[in-house]
């Protein structure tokens, strides 16, 4: 069993807080009141919280402590640029480095999104969604570039702004392209294919949050 420090803990926590937006952009996180809460010293929640700061998601303001970040459209953008080409990339490398067994669970893995696609369970298929790529990134024997693609980022625009049904239904259709591309090792279509695929949903995501 793998042990968790007081610091992975409070990472795990604040993040989940930070991405089902019980702290929102342009809050301030107050370390003495988490420290309290979570009863332990200010030393790990100010470690967690660099661990986030890293991430993007947080920025420690000296004399202030921590605060949300605000995101406009242009960096909503831009983070889904740089994670389609990463996540390209990594998709290319991994047809080198995944099994029988990992082909067989990311089957597994996108016929349960379609099924949470049909019964509308979003959060589900956001998860699976997830899934379905760490798998993908973790075959590659490069951890810099796992750790550079940021899901996390991803993750918290697409809990503030649903995905549009028609537009899942898309992504689960462009998996199964994916594993076949894989399987077959076409390296160019495959990492082309990903590229776009992971760019596409900042369109919906920018035309609903510019409705709000």
Not at 1 to 29: A, C, F, P, T, W
Not at 46 to 55: D, F, G, H, V
Not at 60 to 83: R, S
Not at 157 to 180: C, L
């Amino acid at each position: 069993m793998h042990y968790k420090s007081k610091v992975d803990i409070l990472y795990e926590k604040i993040l989940d807080d930070i991405v089902n937006e019980h702290y929102k952009q342009g809050d301030r996180i107050v370390i003495s009141k988490l420290a309290k809460d979570n009863k332990v010293s200010d030393i790990p929640v100010r470690e967690a919280l660099r661990r986030i700061e890293s991430e993007g998601l947080v920025e420690i303001v000296a004399n202030h402590g921590a605060v949300v970040t605000k995101f406009n459209n242009d960096d909503i953008a831009q983070f889904y640029l740089i994670n389609s080409l990463l996540g390209g990339y990594a998709t290319r490398l991994s047809s080198d480095y995944l099994s029988e067994m990992d082909f067989e669970e990311l089957i597994r893995i996108n016929e349960e999104m379609k099924k949470a696609i049909d019964s509308d369970e979003y959060d589900r298929f956001l998860l699976l969604d997830e899934s379905f790529h760490l798998r993908i990134f973790v075959a590659v024997p490069f951890p810099m570039i796992f750790k550079s693609i940021n899901k996390t980022w991803m993750r918290r625009m697409e809990k503030q702004v649903r995905i549009p049904n028609d537009q899942q239904t898309k992504i689960y259709e462009e998996h199964k392209r994916i594993i076949s591309l894989s399987t077959e090792k076409q390296y160019d279509e495959l990492e082309k294919i990903t590229r776009a695929h992971l760019v596409a949903p900042v369109v919906s995501i920018l035309d609903e949050m510019k409705k709000k």
